[in-house]
């Protein structure tokens, strides 16, 4: 199995901060990582696919980088709305994992 | 613009089996994998399985041997069985669907339903 762990667990920033949220996996799993962004009682959304694609209708402030064990989700200039817990996901193995999120809060 | 939407009961008895349904609209359920996901209240997010719209299934190896997942393409429709549930099953359950990749992996879940909770209670 593919462990993806994530840091830090939790991060305080303010509106207009840049921010990055860290993801690493027990193994290489070349650019299969993908990054949610999950609202209190909502679905997960779908952000970067691809390690540092931008899913469709996303803000560009949104960005993923990395390849093979550490990956980063960057937020450039966080909005208001991005206040919310991030999840890494690897889709290297059918065995798909996510890592245990990240929650970005206001500072 | 493709919806996904979980129905099935709220409450389950343990030992009992769980079954959910995930009505999929404003598109084909062909050419996609369906995967069930849960989150436990509090928790991270846990994959469970899916399935290929021409029936193919894979599960997650820690809950294999309770899992079943099957599909009706003329409902737009695919469903999950988790027999033999604890308490430790309580969890928002979510399917979404999984766009293949170069590989024909299904593993980037760009839509999702809105989740269903159900929790395992006598």
């Known amino acids: 199995d593919i462990q993806m762990t994530q840091s830090p667990s939790s991060l305080s920033a303010s509106v207009g901060d840049r921010v990055t949220i860290t993801c690493r996996a027990s193994?290489?799993?070349?650019?299969?990582l993908n990054w949610y962004q999950q609202k209190p009682g909502k679905a997960p959304k779908l952000l970067i696919y691809a390690a540092s694609s931008l899913q469709s209708g996303v803000p560009s402030r949104f960005s993923g980088s990395g390849s093979g064990t550490d990956f980063t989700l960057t937020i450039s200039s966080l909005q208001p709305e991005d206040f919310a817990t991030y999840y890494c996901q690897q889709s290297y193995s059918t065995l798909y994992s996510f890592g245990q999120g990240t929650k970005l809060e206001i500072k | 613009q493709v919806q996904l939407q979980e129905s099935g009961p709220g409450l389950v008895k343990p030992s009992e089996t769980l079954s959910l349904t995930c009505t999929v609209s404003?598109?084909?359920?062909?050419?996609?994998?369906w995967s069930w996901i849960r989150q436990p209240p509090g928790k991270g997010l846990e994959w469970i399985g899916y399935?290929?719209?021409?029936?193919?299934?894979n599960y997650n190896p820690s809950l294999k041997s309770r899992v079943t997942i099957s599909v009706d393409t003329s409902k737009n429709q695919f469903s999950l069985k988790l027999s033999s549930v604890t308490a430790a099953d309580t969890a928002v359950y979510y399917c979404?669907?999984?766009?293949?990749?170069?590989?024909?992996?299904?593993?980037?879940?760009?839509?999702w339903g809105q989740g269903t909770l159900v929790t395992v209670s006598s």
């Open positions: 404003g598109g084909s359920i062909s050419s996609y994998y």
């Open positions: 193994q290489s799993i070349s650019s299969y």
């Open positions: 399935i290929y719209y021409s029936g193919s299934t």
């Open positions: 979404a669907r999984g766009d293949p990749d170069e590989r024909d992996y299904g593993g980037n879940f760009d839509y």
